[in-house]
């Protein structure tokens, strides 16, 4: 087992309830080094094309990271992965909290999950052992009632517990995957993924923290970038939150305002970070917010995390329930033309309660305002509300009935992409979506290599895929580390520029992989640049890690979510940016006028896929590419990728092509080179746990094979030190709610 890791992933099969322990080489952890490029790997492996995403046969995995649960900041993200049911593409999200280092405490890498459960359960896994149980007690309640009952029931606050909301029980397009109640894996809808299986929640606890090779080199690293912290260019993310860009974008003309009528909102000054900090976080009213109203991740320095509350009037919210990102901020304010502070901070929390993605959930909702104000629905559409930009009290009742799938919240559960096809009369004009997936508050007339990023990027628009224009010429230092060294000028879209966009994306990417917070590891602002995360990733592992190989890494991603998008005929033609960043100039602000040109567009797209080595046409990745990434298992000439699921069902809304091209006919399923120890063995061989009755028994009592070694696993840090590591903020939630986690 190669150090970092724990060397077990956990397999479930919700169908059946059986469950079994896979322990891959070493090999395996080099290739794809964690989160979002292992969880692929089974996909691909496992899945077939036509699957319904919201069928059995959807595969639904979800990593940690190589660094997680060592003492460095930023390391303890999840990422999940499955077919999309927002998409039909590669669905992909990633979250943090505690979750995830807890899960590697317990014992896990990742967690494998297939079928469908008959009933409602969660999943309990204690230090190695694990096991299904009935959570029927659970289904249709919010996310905070469900971790306080499971607290209750394990009997233990530091269970960490990963679960849906109401929403995605709900089956809501964009649900989310949420944990601590307000922490998301947000995008693509892989929410509803979990409620199409039953799987309310997993909840985990674990005690044995991963060994690492070089401690002495990792601990170095970790009290430089703690020391850092306060003067480093991440601070104001610290005490502000991403709420802190509201005031930059929209100086710079790039606020998405009117469903991306503007890139300026008027009354910005009133959903900005600095007003967040001074009158509606936690301990505001003593001056006591940093204290009280920041929290962070497992160990990071950096607490970037909103604590917000309402304490009365029709916008009352707990706490709990965090605050507003950057993204809500906009999409719930700006987008929709609210100023209302206490309305945002509402539906953050409705979102976070019934667990949906504030990103597609605000958008959709400015898009019906925008079809609303223009006349392309009315009241028989919309169940007699009046839907206007401004209005802040239709905004919550509309995230409300979302959740719920009230009325006509039950179209707009939908996305808004399924719902213009729904409704017609031109309503597709207004759409801010690729993919099908709404797009984030960043826009591609002000930074162009965004345009890019959102027409190829594999599971939609993305806003934490690449590295944004401005710090091309902000960061030539970090950026000559990726091999970067000639910064162009702001609305450039030339062939430098889409080289940036390409080689940023194969550095987020792997970032992704290795599963890191992209606000403490990247290329330009983070805290540690590209050449430390190299320098962790070797410590904790022992590997020789270099730039190049981590550039690798993500680039493998990626062009394993091309191939996954290839099998399902999803190609180049399903990157059209939306007609209003064609068609429609902005309008006032710095950025009055900007518009993005079709053919500029067309000609970098053609450079990117050129760049990328993807077929120019179709898009998908060739034969040569695949198997220059180690991905040769991708690749079968002469056979087609079976067309349909083991469930004989075509998924509604997964586009389809009619012919493939040949390209797309090289892209299927075959045993894949990195061999497993589990794929040596025969399948009877791999289940170490018994299929047992969803009983309500203590898990002291489970049988295992998997059982750790206490003896190999000595903490990397002293207690004491990881303990003073924690925030006060956690300290605080504890003490002000009994029922939650005790840090
Ligand atoms: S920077 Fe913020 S989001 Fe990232 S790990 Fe730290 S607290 Fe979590």
């Given at each position: 087992?190669?150090?970092?890791?724990?060397?077990?992933?956990?397999?479930?099969?919700?169908?059946?309830?059986?469950?079994?322990?896979?322990?891959?080489?070493?090999?395996?952890?080099?290739?794809?080094?964690?989160?979002?490029?292992?969880?692929?790997?089974?996909?691909?492996?496992?899945?077939?094309?036509?699957?319904?995403?919201?069928?059995?046969?959807?595969?639904?995995?979800?990593?940690?990271?190589?660094?997680?649960?060592?003492?460095?900041s930023g390391?303890?993200?999840?990422?999940?992965?499955?077919?999309?049911?927002?998409?039909?593409?590669?669905?992909?999200?990633?979250?943090?909290?505690?979750?995830?280092?807890?899960?590697?405490?317990?014992?896990?890498?990742?967690?494998?999950?297939?079928?469908?459960?008959?009933?409602?359960?969660?999943?309990?896994?204690?230090?190695?052992?694990?096991?299904?149980?009935?959570?029927?007690?659970?289904?249709?309640?919010?996310?905070?009632?469900?971790?306080?009952?499971?607290?209750?029931?394990?009997?233990?606050?530091?269970?960490?517990?990963?679960?849906?909301?109401?929403?995605?029980?709900?089956?809501?397009?964009?649900?989310?995957?949420?944990?601590?109640?307000?922490?998301?894996?947000?995008?693509?809808?892989?929410?509803?993924?979990?409620?199409?299986?039953?799987?309310?929640?997993?909840?985990?606890?674990?005690?044995?923290?991963?060994?690492?090779?070089?401690?002495?080199?990792?601990?170095?690293?970790?009290?430089w970038g703690?020391?850092m912290v306060?003067?480093s260019d991440v601070?104001?993310l610290?005490?502000?939150?991403?709420?802190?860009?509201?005031?930059?974008?929209?100086?710079?003309?790039?606020?998405?305002?009117?469903?991306?009528?503007?890139?300026?909102?008027?009354?910005?000054?009133?959903?900005?970070?600095?007003?967040?900090?001074?009158?509606?976080?936690?301990?505001?009213?003593?001056?006591?917010?940093?204290?009280?109203?920041?929290?962070?991740?497992?160990?990071?320095a950096v607490?970037?995390?909103?604590?917000?509350?309402?304490?009365?009037?029709?916008?009352?919210?707990?706490?709990?329930?965090?605050?507003?990102?950057?993204?809500?901020?906009?999409?719930?304010?700006?987008?929709?033309?609210?100023?209302?502070?206490?309305?945002?901070?509402?539906?953050?929390?409705?979102?976070?309660?019934?667990?949906?993605?504030?990103?597609?959930?605000?958008?959709?909702?400015?898009?019906?305002?925008?079809?609303?104000?223009?006349?392309?629905?009315?009241?028989?559409?919309?169940?007699?509300?009046?839907?206007?930009?401004?209005?802040?009290?239709?905004?919550?009742?509309?995230?409300?009935?979302?959740?719920?799938?009230?009325?006509?919240?039950?179209?707009?559960?939908?996305?808004?992409?399924?719902?213009?096809?729904?409704?017609?009369?031109?309503?597709?004009?207004?759409?801010?979506?690729?993919?099908?997936?709404?797009?984030?508050?960043?826009?591609?007339?002000?930074?162009?290599?965004?345009?890019?990023?959102?027409?190829?990027?594999?599971?939609?628009?993305?806003?934490?895929?690449?590295?944004?224009?401005?710090?091309?010429?902000?960061?030539?230092?970090?950026?000559?580390?990726?091999?970067?060294?000639?910064?162009?000028?702001?609305?450039?879209?030339?062939?430098?520029?889409?080289?940036?966009?390409?080689?940023?994306?194969?550095?987020?990417?792997?970032?992704?992989?290795?599963?890191?917070c992209?606000f403490v590891f990247g290329?330009?602002w983070q805290l540690y640049d590209?050449?430390q995360?190299?320098?962790?990733?070797?410590?904790?592992?022992?590997?020789?890690?270099?730039?190049?190989?981590?550039?690798?890494?993500?680039?493998?991603?990626?062009?394993?979510?091309?191939?996954?998008?290839?099998?399902?005929?999803?190609?180049?033609?399903?990157?059209?940016?939306?007609?209003?960043?064609?068609?429609?100039?902005?309008?006032?602000?710095?950025?009055?006028?900007?518009?993005?040109?079709?053919?500029?567009?067309?000609?970098?797209?053609?450079?990117?896929?050129?760049?990328?080595?993807?077929?120019?046409?179709?898009?998908?990745?060739?034969?040569?590419?695949?198997?220059?990434?180690?991905?040769?298992?991708?690749?079968?000439?002469?056979?087609?990728?079976?067309?349909?699921?083991?469930?004989?069902?075509?998924?509604?809304?997964?586009?389809?092509?009619?012919?493939?091209?040949?390209?797309?006919?090289?892209?299927?399923?075959?045993?894949?080179?990195?061999?497993?120890?589990?794929?040596?063995?025969?399948?009877?061989?791999?289940?170490?746990?018994?299929?047992?009755?969803?009983?309500?028994?203590?898990?002291?009592?489970?049988?295992?094979?998997?059982?750790?070694?206490?003896?190999?696993?000595?903490?990397?840090?002293?207690?004491?030190?990881?303990?003073?590591?924690?925030?006060?903020?956690?300290?605080?939630?504890?003490?002000?709610?009994?029922?939650?986690?005790?840090?």
């Amino acid at each position: 087992m190669p150090y970092g890791y724990t060397g077990k992933i956990l397999h479930v099969d919700l169908t059946t309830g059986k469950m079994h322990v896979e322990q891959p080489q070493p090999d395996f952890y080099r290739r794809y080094m964690g989160g979002s490029a292992m969880g692929l790997h089974y996909l691909l492996r496992d899945m077939r094309a036509g699957t319904d995403p919201l069928g059995a046969d959807n595969v639904l995995a979800l990593f940690n990271g190589l660094l997680t649960g060592t003492a460095i900041s930023g390391q303890s993200r999840m990422t999940s992965v499955a077919k999309s049911p927002l998409t039909g593409c590669i669905g992909d999200s990633q979250g943090g909290g505690f979750f995830p280092a807890e899960l590697k405490f317990a014992g896990f890498d990742g967690i494998v999950l297939r079928g469908q459960s008959p009933r409602p359960v969660y999943l309990w896994i204690k230090d190695g052992e694990f096991e299904l149980r009935d959570a029927s007690h659970l289904w249709g309640r919010i996310t905070g009632d469900v971790e306080d009952a499971l607290h209750a029931e394990l009997d233990d606050n530091r269970v960490e517990v990963l679960q849906i909301g109401p929403a995605g029980e709900n089956l809501v397009r964009y649900a989310a995957i949420m944990s601590m109640s307000n922490r998301a894996n947000g995008r693509t809808g892989l929410g509803a993924v979990m409620g199409s299986k039953k799987l309310k929640a997993i909840a985990v606890r674990g005690t044995h923290k991963p060994e690492v090779a070089d401690k002495a080199s990792l601990m170095e690293l970790t009290k430089w970038g703690a020391k850092m912290v306060p003067t480093s260019d991440v601070a104001g993310l610290g005490k502000y939150g991403t709420a802190e860009v509201v005031s930059g974008q929209h100086q710079a003309g790039g606020l998405p305002t009117r469903n991306f009528t503007s890139g300026s909102f008027d009354d910005w000054e009133k959903i900005d970070g600095t007003t967040l900090y001074d009158t509606r976080l936690k301990g505001a009213e003593n001056g006591q917010q940093d204290r009280f109203g920041r929290d962070t991740c497992y160990s990071c320095a950096v607490r970037c995390k909103r604590v917000s509350e309402v304490a009365e009037g029709p916008y009352k919210t707990d706490h709990r329930y965090g605050g507003p990102e950057y993204e809500t901020l906009a999409t719930f304010g700006s987008y929709c033309a609210i100023d209302d502070l206490d309305a945002i901070i509402r539906a953050n929390a409705l979102c976070n309660m019934y667990g949906m993605d504030t990103i597609s959930c605000g958008a959709t909702i400015a898009w019906a305002m925008e079809c609303f104000e223009k006349g392309r629905i009315g009241l028989e559409d919309t169940g007699g509300l009046t839907i206007r930009y401004g209005d802040a009290a239709m905004m919550v009742k509309l995230t409300e009935m979302i959740g719920k799938r009230e009325g006509f919240g039950a179209l707009l559960a939908e996305g808004s992409a399924q719902a213009a096809k729904i409704i017609g009369r031109g309503t597709d004009e207004f759409l801010i979506t690729s993919k099908g997936q709404e797009a984030p508050a960043h826009m591609p007339q002000v930074k162009r290599s965004l345009a890019l990023v959102y027409a190829a990027n594999p599971f939609g628009a993305d806003h934490q895929s690449s590295e944004h224009d401005p710090s091309y010429k902000s960061y030539p230092e970090r950026m000559a580390q990726i091999g970067l060294d000639k910064p162009q000028e702001q609305l450039a879209l030339n062939e430098e520029i889409v080289r940036y966009a390409m080689v940023t994306q194969h550095l987020y990417s792997a970032l992704d992989s290795i599963n890191v917070c992209q606000f403490v590891f990247g290329p330009a602002w983070q805290l540690y640049d590209t050449v430390q995360l190299a320098q962790a990733a070797s410590a904790v592992t022992g590997w020789n890690i270099t730039v190049p190989e981590l550039l690798e890494v993500g680039e493998r991603r990626l062009n394993m979510m091309r191939a996954f998008n290839a099998r399902e005929g999803i190609g180049r033609e399903s990157g059209a940016l939306p007609k209003k960043f064609m068609k429609h100039p902005l309008g006032g602000g710095k950025s009055d006028g900007y518009v993005i040109d079709s053919k500029q567009f067309e000609e970098a797209l053609n450079t990117y896929y050129r760049l990328c080595e993807w077929d120019s046409v179709t898009g998908y990745p060739t034969p040569a590419k695949l198997n220059s990434l180690g991905l040769g298992w991708l690749v079968v000439n002469g056979k087609k990728a079976p067309a349909k699921s083991a469930t004989g069902k075509r998924p509604a809304r997964v586009k389809v092509a009619a012919g493939r091209s040949a390209a797309a006919k090289k892209i299927v399923r075959k045993k894949p080179v990195v061999k497993t120890a589990a794929a040596k063995k025969p399948a009877a061989k791999k289940v170490v746990a018994k299929q047992k009755p969803i009983a309500r028994k203590p898990i002291a009592k489970a049988k295992s094979a998997s059982k750790p070694k206490p003896a190999a696993r000595k903490p990397v840090v002293k207690a004491k030190a990881a303990a003073a590591r924690r925030p006060a903020a956690r300290k605080t939630a504890a003490k002000s709610k009994p029922a939650a986690r005790k840090r």
